[in-house]
């Protein structure tokens, strides 16, 4: 499975930018997908996850202004960010899974299937 992200950039504070990740499976109605990001010199943190059936997760730090989503027949997965701020300055990176049950989608150390990331920079 190879996974494609783009969309990164530099913009503003208050700015918006949307993140694709795009698929090489036309199966991937059958699978979870998520976002995950890691700033400078900070720990990879989840920021959304989708599962199989539309459910989904957001850290606290990014509710109301992040939304994920997917479109099934594109086999891509997006990450529309607006409002952003320099806290959301790090590199993104996509992941998918066909085989996390439900009950973990939001897990993102059950996926095996990474992306390359993308570099999102906020200036204040």
């Known amino acids: 499975v190879q996974l494609q992200a783009s969309g990164g950039g530099l913009v503003q504070a208050g700015d918006s930018l949307r993140l694709s990740c795009a698929v090489s499976?036309?199966?991937?109605?059958?699978?979870?997908a998520l976002w995950s990001r890691q700033g400078p010199g900070k720990e990879r943190e989840l920021v959304a996850a989708?599962?199989?059936?539309?459910?989904?997760t957001y850290a606290d730090s990014v509710k109301g202004r992040f939304t994920i989503s997917r479109d099934n027949a594109k086999s891509t997965v997006y990450l529309q960010m607006n409002s952003l701020k320099p806290d959301d300055t790090a590199v993104y990176y996509c992941?998918?899974?066909?085989?996390?049950?439900?009950?973990?989608?939001?897990?993102?150390?059950?996926?095996?299937?990474w992306g390359q990331g993308t570099q999102v920079t906020v200036s204040s």
């Open positions: 992941a998918v899974s066909p085989s996390v049950i439900q009950s973990y989608y939001a897990d993102q150390t059950r996926y095996s299937y």
């Open positions: 499976r036309r199966t991937f109605s059958q699978y979870a």
């Open positions: 989708i599962s199989r059936s539309g459910g989904i």
